[in-house]
């Protein structure tokens, strides 16, 4: 995440469940070649939900 204050990028730890999990996708790259991809959501007690997606051999290894 990117701190609005000074612009450093920093690292959190994020705690919550696995609301729902995406299909493997491949996205096409600037390069010409392809990366695989995968969206998930996570949720918290408070409701609140984030989609981050996964890349590479982490999309396709990931299963539930």
Known sequence: LR????????????IGVI???G???????????????RNIQLGDESGLKIQVALWGNLASIFDL
């Open 3 to 14: 701190d609005s204050r000074d612009g450093a990028e920093q690292a959190v730890d994020v």
């Open 19 to 21: 609301v729902e999990v």
């Open 23 to 37: 299909q493997v996708g491949n996205v096409p790259l600037k390069t010409g070649s392809s990366k695989p991809r």
